[in-house]
């Protein structure tokens, strides 16, 4: 063990050398692939490690507060609104004589397809680029909902409600939170919880525009009318432009992979068959980040534990309305609620982002994260203890205010446990892992409400699966931050001055010359 420190000293010196001969600033190149990605599908992204590359990268500022206003108005609409389906239940329902549990396969399906679409999503980008991928979603969506107008059977509004405005959403959202993460480097954490109001935007703004729709036009005139509102993703993806390549400078570094001709004329020579499962293996390897799922801890944890969560922590905002209405509330006070929670929200999100962007936050980001979805799971059972009103706005404050810093943060825990390099495909595995739970959560809730009668087992079941999977996550950060700060550091190989090994392209480095290199902090240990 002390001969390979020794020779990872030696290797580590001599690669430092090598670098410093050949004119790369190491510091600067890992800078410029951290802050100047240019956006998939404007530049194809060259198999191989480049050159260091020159430019200001990511604005942080200028251009990125149009891109943020956006993507706030993009979550606004897209986000938000299978929460707002609440309030066409009842109408639903009469008109097709579905039950609770089949009626609440709509916004379930939404919902689920809105996530479960991240990879046929980022192969979009890549080949599209983000601004045309989130107006395809816009487009997809405002005819999604306009056509649901016109469906005469509830499996006909699982395909166009569902399916395709779900699909839609998806086109737009992920890759507005992709762009924006590009934009946003220093100021990324308070970029997100910016971006974050946009959901808190739409529950405010969605209810009331969707109850004025309803009495006026009925759910039918409502979809259609709403369709066109959709279509404003695709103004949206229009200022998304993305960011310019950057001008290359000294010579490529070396890669020793094959070039993407090589590996195409490998393919042709084992036939059509594994040319085509070659391809799609490596298809799911870029955009579903399995590598990471089984080589992360961190992100393994994080995504079982936001999978489990999400298995409750959409139902309560589906099933406030109908769970007010049928204890007498008026409709108009119902979809009020939504709205509050709305605007509690919008208030919260941009003190968070500014807090929770300063330095000492961190690493900790997700200890408030899990701290912030136990008292969101917690809160559920307040539902419990009444049908008022006055009730039920304690309850959407309290929930509301947790919402607020848990959607502020879960991107940018993301974020913080993987490379944003690898964000859109780790986004795209989680987002595939979500959709499960997002799909059966509602129909669960809605058997529940079948079999017994009442909603209040519905929260009772979403505030012990949220508050558990917080404490999951808790636990298990704890433990893995525990263990990396017990993992003893790698002694100095230059005590075992007897065992280094020289190495033959380079001379012996004098005295003098260690002494000026430690000083300079150059002279540091890495394993082999």
Known sequence: MTQRNGVGGVRERYLQTEACASGLDTDKHQEANNHGEVEPGSEHQQPHATAAVTGDGAPDGGWGWVVLTATILVLALTLAFPSCVGIFYTDLQMEFHAT????????????????????????????LGCRATIMLGGVLSGVGMAASSFTQSIIELYITAGVITGLGFCFSFQPAV????????????F????????????????????????????????????????????????????????????????????????????KKTKGFLKTVSNYVLSAIKKHMAFDQFCNNPKYCVYSIGITWMMLGFVVPLIYLVPYATAHDMEPSQA???????????????????LIFSMPWFKGRHIYVFA?????????????????????????????GLSMSLVGSLMFTVLM?????????????????????????????????????????????????????????????????DKREKKQPSLPDPATYTDEMVVCPYRDEPKEEDQIKASANGADHVTDV
Request: aromatic content about 8%.
């Open 100 to 127: 609770n549990s089949e009626t609440s396969w709509v916004p379930s399906i939404m919902t689920s397809v809105l996530h479960a679409g991240g990879p046929f999503c980022s192969v979009l980008v890549e080949r």
């Open 178 to 189: 992709t762009i924006l993460g590009h934009y946003f480097v220093r100021r990324r954490a």
């Open 191 to 266: 970029a997100n919880a910016m971006s974050s109001t946009g959901t808190a935007l739409g529950l405010c703004v969605l209810p009331f525009l969707g109850n004025y729709l309803h009495i006026e036009y009925g759910w039918r005139g409502s979809f259609l009318i709403l369709g066109a509102v959709l279509l404003n993703c695709c103004a949206c993806g229009a200022v998304m432009r993305p960011l310019k390549p950057q001008r290359p400078r000294g010579p490529p570094l070396i890669n020793h992979q094959p070039s993407l001709s090589q590996e195409g004329n490998d």
């Open 335 to 353: 979809a009020m609620l939504l709205s509050i929670l709305g605007v509690v929200n919008i208030v919260i999100r941009p003190p968070i982002g």
């Open 371 to 399: 701290s912030a979805l136990l008292v969101n799971g917690l809160s559920n059972s307040i539902c419990c203890i009444g049908a008022t009103f006055p009730v039920l706005v304690s309850y959407v404050i309290i929930y």
């Open 416 to 480: 913080d446990i993987v490379e944003m390099s690898r964000f859109p495909s780790a986004l795209g595995l989680l987002a595939i892992m979500e959709s499960v739970t997002l799909l059966i959560g509602p129909p669960l809730a809605g058997i529940l409400v079948d079999r017994s009668g009442q909603y209040s087992p519905v929260f009772y079941a979403c505030s012990a699966v949220v508050a558990s999977s917080a404490v999951f996550l808790m636990a298990s950060f704890y433990y893995l």
